[in-house]
Nanobody
Framework: HVQLVESGGGSVQAGGSLTLSCVTS????????MGWFRQAPGKEREGVAS???????TYADVVKGRFIISRDNRKKTLYLQMNKVKPEDTAMYYC??????????????????WGQGTQVTVS
C-alpha cells in the first residue's frame, strides 16, 4: 500500500520562500512520475511541477523560474522549493505519483496516487 505524506506548508510573506516535502512509503517502481498540484478555494486543481524517473522536469508557466522540483531517491522524498512566492500561490498543495511513464505530467487525471495535502498561505 503506497502512501504519500506532504509537509512543510505554512504561512509566508510575499517574496519569501518555502519548501514542501512529500515522503513516499510502500512499494515503488523504477519507472514513475511524481508531481505537485495545488487547489485554491473555488478553483480547480492545477498542475504545478513534475519530475519523472529520468529527472525530466516540467513546470506550469505561472511558477516557472520561481519554483524548483527535486527528489531524493534514497529518502524517497519529493520536494518543491517555492521562491519569490506571491499571494496567488496560496492554495492546498498536493503530492501525486504514477508508477508508469505518462504523457501529460501536469494533468491531474494522469496520476492515481495522492497525498492529503499541505496548506500554503502567502500574505
Amino acid at each position: 500500500h503506497v502512501q504519500l505524506v506532504e509537509s512543510g506548508g505554512g504561512s509566508v510573506q510575499a517574496g519569501g520562500s518555502l519548501t514542501l516535502s512529500c515522503v513516499t512509503s510502500g512499494y515503488t517502481r523504477s519507472r514513475h512520475c511524481m508531481g505537485w498540484f495545488r487547489q485554491a478555494p473555488g478553483k480547480e486543481r492545477e498542475g504545478v511541477a513534475s519530475i519523472d524517473s529520468d529527472g525530466t522536469t516540467t513546470y506550469a508557466d505561472v511558477v516557472k523560474g520561481r519554483f524548483i522540483i527535486s527528489r531524493d531517491n534514497r529518502k524517497k522524498t519529493l520536494y518543491l522549493q517555492m521562491n519569490k512566492v506571491k499571494p496567488e500561490d496560496t492554495a492546498m498543495y498536493y503530492c501525486a505519483a504514477q508508477w508508469s511513464p505518462i504523457s501529460q505530467p501536469l494533468v491531474e487525471s494522469e496520476y492515481n496516487i495522492w497525498g492529503q495535502g499541505t496548506q500554503v498561505t502567502v500574505s
